[in-house]
Each structure stands twice: as structure tokens, then as C-alpha cells.
């Protein structure tokens, strides 16, 4: 068969396949289990393939790569467009072979194993701090009840199950006793994974430059910094920075028409998790504005006066984002101006 490229719907156990010659006619329309996959494309001369981004992408690209065929990533809402009618796996296998060939087609880098390893790191720590609120939380809850409460930070509500364990001037029931301890076991657990983590995380940092150079921004610390280096892998795939920062969601939505240009608030769309730790750093870079004597410190003083706090910090994690993608690619570090 002459084919040219290939469409791959991924799924769990059930690949669809959609293949056309150098004429644009359909040649190839094929169901395959999970197992086959390889063993067929082994088959097949080199061509042009193209898959959703999805979860197991990044590993069959790596696979399907190393058969020597051209392996190109698309974004799902980037391939919704070119679906006919009705939704299948035949449709959606079509319309990602028809999406692979357009020129001006936004695809997504294929990270390496040691990349997704930093970002599973990352996946697994926001998960565990997120359990560890939950515990704070119902404790904080629990102890309320009796007439006891705690100040807010976690520092405190730990000061608490200290005090509990200890005796010391908390008197409960001994099944509220019981059940607090035992959240506080946890607790204790989760702290010595959250910090076993970071200490991986910290180790993979020291040994990527493009993670220290993006330490250097004020409000990225060790976290921001390995999670952009391990999700960007390719800065030269966006434009510009204002490319990259839509893809992050921190620019105005548009709703233009007519000539007439109406932007409303942040997008949202793209990565909410490193929109997240940005703008969890520009509010660090809001609060040391009043003793920041560079350029960046006069210009959100200006900005405070004139605007809420919630709609500078989304600004300055703008800039930051913006900022990030400039050394990435010039592989600077940061001058502060």
C-alpha cells in the first residue's frame, strides 16, 4: 500500500486506523487491538502519522518513532473541527488524518521518559497535598466542635494534635482522641512523602539547566521551575511569549467582531496546572512589591493603585510566563532591570 499518512484514534484496547496515498485516497481503514499496533506499522514503509494528545500518546510517539515513521502530536480540540457529522472512532481517525496534513496546524512536542517521570513527581505531590488540606481540614473541623479552635495555617492545627498527643490541656472523649490520632498518623505520612518528592525534584533540578535558569525569575521557585522545564521541552514550537502565555490561559478571552475588538477575562484554556503555580508566584512577587526598587516593582506599585490585587497578580504571572518562554529560548538567565 502507498500510503503517506495515518490517522490513529488511541484508545485502551481498540485502535482505529485511517490511511491515505499521496492522491488523498482513502487506501487504509483498520481496527486493531493494543498488541498488534506496532507489529502492523512495522509493516508499513515510513509515513506521516498523526494522534490526539492524550494521556498514552507521548509513549506510543516514542514507539512509533523508533519504526522511523514521523510522529506529530495534535491538541483534541484542535481535531473536533475536522469531524464529520456523526462522533466514531472510524470519524475521529479520519479527521486526525486530515487535521496531521494542514500547514498552519499547532502540534504538541513528544516529551522523553525522563520528562513525564518529573511530571508524574508533580501529578503525585499535588495529590498529596490535596489530601493533606483534607485531613487539616476535617480536623480542624472535628476539634471546632468542642469548643476548641485552631488558627488558621496548618502550623497551628498541627500545634493542636501535638498538644492532643501530649496531653496537654486538651480534654476530649477518648473515641474523638482515638479518631484524631489517627488522622494525625497520616498527616505525618503524608509529610514524608510530600517532602521525599521534593527532594527528587530538587536532585533533577540541580541537573537541568533550562530549570535553573527559570529559578532565576522572581516568583518561580523550585517547583515552577522543574514543571515548566519538564512541560515545555521545545520552546521554539510557540511563536512568541504572548503565544505561549494564551496556551497557558493568562490572556483575555476575545469575543471580536465587526472590527471591533471586546476582550474579557483570562481564558483559562491550556495547562491549569502551571497557570496555577504562576500565578501562586505572582502573588509572592505582589506582596515584596512595596520593597522592590527595580523597574518590575515600580510597575506593579503603578498597577496596585489602579487596580484590584486579584487582576495585577494574573498580570504579573502574564509577564512571568512571558518572561520564561524569552530565556527558554535564548537559554539566558534572568537580569532584573
Known sequence: MDITTIGIDLAKSVFQLHGIDANENVVLQKTLRRGRVLAFLTKIPPCLIGMEACAT??????????LGHKVRLIPPAYVKPYVKRQKNDAADAEAICEAVTRPNMHFVPVKTTEQQGVLVLHRSRDLLMRQRTMLLNAVRAHLSEFGYIAAQGPQKTLDLLRRLEEGDGIELPDTVITALLSLG???STLQRAIRGIEKRLLIWHRQNTASQRLETIPGIGLITATALAASVPDPAVFKSARQFSAWLGLVPKQNSSGGKTRLGRVSKMGNGYLRKLLVVGATSVTRRAANNETRTGAWVRSLLE??????????IANKTARTAWALLTKEEVYKAS
Not at 58 to 65: F, K, M
Not at 306 to 315: D, E, G
Open 57 to 66: 500518546a507521548h509513549y506510543w510517539a516514542r514507539e512509533i518513532t523508533s
Open 185 to 187: 498518623e497520616q498527616l
Open 306 to 315: 489602579r487596580k484590584p490585587t486579584r487582576l495585577v497578580t494574573v498580570a
